[in-house]
């Protein structure tokens, strides 16, 4: 189903990423995380670029399931939010083929899209309760700058989760930082193509 605005997410116009608790149609299941730093999220990620938020900067998509619930009614379907950016630069990529044009409108998905579709699916069909372990950044800011909407994100190239072709994902949860940590994040890149030679970072 085609992805519609967030109102909400509309007016905040905020990079909000995934919480710690996610809504599974009337069930509420705990997520536990484990905490990456800043080099290892560089180190996992096929791109790292500058963006600022598009308009609407969310949208809300939308997969239906097949199967029934625990009373024979239908399967309420998933949601989930998707990231709308403009791309301002693209700092490295490792990857075939060039990254996002400059200019360009990419929107990406939460990390964990793929496991949270399967565990409320799990609940919804089956009533089997599951509690992932998911990875998160805590570095990045926590609040937006109206002065300075610019920020990095860290993503990965992936098939979207509703099979329209490649799409991006963030590499783990809240995977932005601000952009005044890109001369840091440029040298831990430098750093690390010196051990990896698909890393290239654009100069």
Do not use: C, W
């Not at 996002?100 to 309760?129: F, M, R």
């Not at 937006?144 to 098939?159: A, G, H, Q, S, W």
């Amino acid at each position: 189903m085609r992805p519609t605005p967030s109102t909400t997410a509309q007016a905040a116009g905020v990079i909000a990423v995934v919480v710690g608790l996610f809504s599974t149609g009337g069930h509420t299941g705990r997520t536990h995380y484990e905490d990456v730093t800043l080099e290892a999220m560089v180190q996992q990620s096929t791109l790292v670029i500058v963006v600022h938020p598009a308009d609407p900067p969310t949208v809300i998509a939308e997969l239906p399931l097949e199967g029934q619930m625990q009373d024979g009614s239908p399967a309420k379907p998933f949601r989930y939010t998707v990231h709308r950016f403009v791309v301002d630069e693209v700092v490295a990529h490792r990857q075939a083929g060039p990254g996002p044009a400059p200019g360009a409108v990419i929107e990406v998905e939460g990390a964990n899209v793929g496991t949270q579709l399967t565990v409320y699916s799990l609940y919804q069909t089956q009533g089997i309760h599951k509690s992932p372990i998911y990875e998160r950044y805590l570095g990045g800011p926590t609040t937006p700058d109206p002065k300075e909407p610019r920020r990095i994100v860290f993503l990965n190239t992936m098939r979207r989760a509703d099979g329209a072709g490649a799409g991006y994902r963030f590499v783990v949860d809240d995977a932005v930082e601000s952009l005044a940590m890109l001369p840091t994040v440029g040298a831990l890149l430098k750093k690390q193509s010196t051990r990896a030679a698909p890393l290239v970072p654009n100069d």
